[in-house]
């Protein structure tokens, strides 16, 4: 069964930080890439970050040297550590999995129910 769990959202100010987890099922992240999606009103999902099974990690050109992703193998969980956060990062986090090739494109047709992200001013 495919299982995502996002939380860790929450209302923070500019320039302060959050760290996201993603908790998934065995089966989906022991194989797989992850990678953190994030949507905001009126804008399509993006991917922000996304980490290979053996922990190689990219990121969208407008979080690098903000975010971090990992991943902890032995609890199933993907993390996304934000600081230094800005109003325009501002949206529903979502987490799945990834393909190695193309780590835009996410693996499952199932998405969590996100986890809320908002900074202010």
């Known amino acids: 069964q495919v299982q995502l769990v996002e939380s860790g959202g929450g209302l923070v100010q500019a320039g302060g930080s959050l760290t996201l987890s993603c908790a998934a099922s065995r089966f989906i992240f022991t194989t797989n890439a992850m990678g953190w999606f994030r949507q905001a009103p009126g804008k399509q999902r993006e991917l922000v970050a996304a980490?290979?099974?053996?922990?190689?990690?990219n990121y969208v050109n407008s979080v690098k040297g903000r975010f971090t992703i990992s991943r902890d193998n032995a609890k199933n969980t993907v993390y996304l550590q934000m600081n230094s956060l800005k109003p325009e990062d501002t949206a529903v986090y979502y987490c799945?999995?990834?393909?190695?090739?193309?780590?835009?494109?996410?693996?499952?047709?199932?998405w969590g129910q996100g986890t809320q992200v908002t900074v202010s001013s």
């Open positions: 799945n999995a990834v393909l190695s090739s193309d780590f835009s494109t996410p693996r499952y047709a199932y």
């Open positions: 980490i290979t099974s053996g922990g190689r990690a």
